[in-house]
């Protein structure tokens, strides 16, 4: 075998073994109303959020779901997720609550990778919420949701491959100088 058929080689395995990122994009949180840690001072009608890229949607099935809890664990939507491009939102039930709410969701972006979190909001009487009210983070890139439960960074997931590729590399690029010389000694 020619060193440039093991090149070859080399480049079809690492084209198909390790693929490119923009393939492997993940549904990231853009924004949430109610925003992530705020404090309203009623419970609001609907739960909206938005992500960075248009959520699949594969016919009547509900693949991406929102679910919103009180602090008891009690299911307060109105079970009825809507997928519009890369916005996912649901009705709240008409309760008269004040507390600590859950959102949590489980959406598939367009490639296919589902990803799920969690982020928590307060409904809290008026005057309690002037007194202690401070500006609440949305979810950015450098300000993740809470409890992120599913993904991981790019070179965390692919860092071991890589170095594995480069370790084949060598290993066939020093078997191939090996060969080499051994033809010419024969």
């Known amino acids: 075998m020619s060193l440039r058929q093991v090149i070859r080689l080399i480049l079809i395995a690492a084209l198909t073994w390790f693929p490119l990122p ?8 853009v924004s949430a109303n109610p925003a992530v840690n705020s404090q309203l001072d009623s419970l609001p009608s609907q739960v ?3 992500f960075d890229g248009d959520l699949l949607a594969i016919g009547g099935e509900k693949i991406n779901v929102l679910i ?10 109105a ?32 490639d ?23 500006p609440s983070p949305s ?16 070179w965390t997931r692919y860092g071991v491959r890589f170095m594995l590729l480069i370790a084949a590399a060598g290993a066939v690029g020093i078997w ?3 060969e080499r010389a051994r033809r010419k000694r024969g």
Do not use: C, M
Not at 22 to 29: F, K, S, T, V
Not at 143 to 151: F, L, M, N, R
């Open 112 to 134: 296919g990778h589902p990803e799920a979190s969690s982020y928590q909001f307060s409904v809290v009487t008026p005057s309690v919420s002037a007194v202690t009210a401070s």
């Open 68 to 77: 919103v809890k009180n602090a008891q664990g009690i299911q307060i939507d």
């Open 139 to 154: 979810p950015t890139a450098s300000s993740p949701p809470i409890s992120k439960t599913v993904g991981q960074d790019f």
């Open 79 to 110: 079970q009825d997720s809507h997928v519009s491009g890369a916005t996912l939102s649901v009705d709240l039930k008409q309760v008269s609550q004040l507390g600590t709410f859950i959102v949590s969701w489980r959406v598939v972006s367009g």
């Open 176 to 178: 191939a100088r090996f």
């Open 22 to 29: 923009l393939a492997q994009a993940h549904a990231e949180l």
């Open 48 to 50: 909206t959020l938005t």
